[in-house]
């Protein structure tokens, strides 16, 4: 797993642990631009394969198909090079696509799930109500 994401994980934990125990508004938002942040740049993007693939030597490209083990022309070659990098590409993305889904639907449903009392009384407003 990659250096960036693992930090990542541990930053959106963290302030998602903040979130539950505070409720504070400003953490929730700022979870909810994290998440967009990541879906946003997790998303396969063709141009990215693209320049992947673009200058890949003859030998690493897709030549032979595979079920007749037919030598495949030049463009039969650059499209499923072309399909198998853009496949890449959804893979790549899979674990931060999935984490910013995660901490949506999070957000989503913390608030209706009933929270317990850390065991802090409740203050007395001095009055006795058997005085009264």
Avoid: C
């Avoid at 942040?37 to 890949?56: C, E, K, T």
């Avoid at 899979?94 to 984490?99: F, G, P, Q």
């Amino acid at each position: 797993m990659d250096k960036t994401l693992v930090l990542w994980i541990v930053v959106v934990a963290a302030l998602l642990v903040i979130e539950w125990r505070r409720k504070w508004p400003l953490v929730r938002v700022v979870l909810v631009f994290m998440a967009l942040f990541q879906l946003w740049f997790g998303q396969p993007v063709p141009y990215r394969a693209l320049r992947s693939v673009i200058n890949l030597p003859p030998d690493q490209r897709v030549t032979i198909q595979a079920p007749d083990t037919v030598r495949l022309d030049d463009y039969r070659s650059g499209v499923l090079t072309m399909a198998r990098a853009v496949q890449w590409e959804v893979d790549g993305g899979s674990r931060d696509r999935m984490i910013a889904v995660a901490v949506l639907v999070w957000l989503a449903i913390s608030p209706i799930i009933p929270r317990r009392s850390l065991g802090v009384a409740k203050p007395t407003t001095g009055t006795d109500g058997a005085a009264a």
